[in-house]
């Protein structure tokens, strides 16, 4: 008897949600030089939407924002047809680096990417001025960076913001 009535509670919480309700996405794994929660550079938009579901908002432009505390974002090259993930931007305490045991805004992040990474993890200025590590991968024949950007100098600093994205600006 007890298993029915949480049958019938959980089908009646489900038909309560709205339909077509934004996907939340405030934590996951990434990837370097390849993407986060599934999203992987030059997936389609639909690719995107049967992994994720609708972003929280999304614009005419390629832009998808799919987090509401953190910083989760996809972006299409809207220049190709169908349109194609060629960058993603990530923050927030509970995104990790897949298979290594630390996430983005642990203190110490930034040694524990130079130890994982070594000499392939460069310290590279950005047209901005702003100073990220960048760590550059191929992958189907194009350059793939991941620039993880340091709270401050040093080993012990956190990351506290992460974009993958084709070195070409557009999708591969």
Do not use: H
Request: glycine share 12%.
């Amino acid at each position: 008897m007890r298993s029915r009535s949480a049958a019938i509670l959980c089908t009646a919480a489900l038909l309560a949600l709205p339909a077509g309700a934004a996907a939340i996405v405030e934590k996951g794994k990434f990837t370097p030089g390849k993407g986060a929660r599934g999203v992987q550079i030059g997936m389609t938009k639909s690719q995107v939407l049967a992994k994720l579901g609708k972003p929280v908002y999304q614009n005419t432009y390629g832009y998808m924002q799919y987090a509401k505390k953190n910083l989760f974002d996809v972006y299409l090259d809207t220049s190709v047809s169908p349109k194609r993930v060629r960058m993603i931007g990530i923050s927030g305490p509970k995104f990790c680096l897949a298979g290594a045991g630390f996430c983005m805004y642990d203190k110490g992040a930034v040694g524990k990417l130079k130890k994982r990474y070594g000499s392939d993890l460069v310290l590279t200025q950005l047209e901005s001025g702003e100073s990220v590590y960048r760590l550059t991968r191929t992958a189907n024949g194009c350059t793939i960076y991941t620039d993880f950007t340091p709270s401050k100098p040093g080993n012990k600093a956190r990351i506290i913001q992460i974009f993958i994205l084709t070195a070409s600006g557009s999708a591969c």
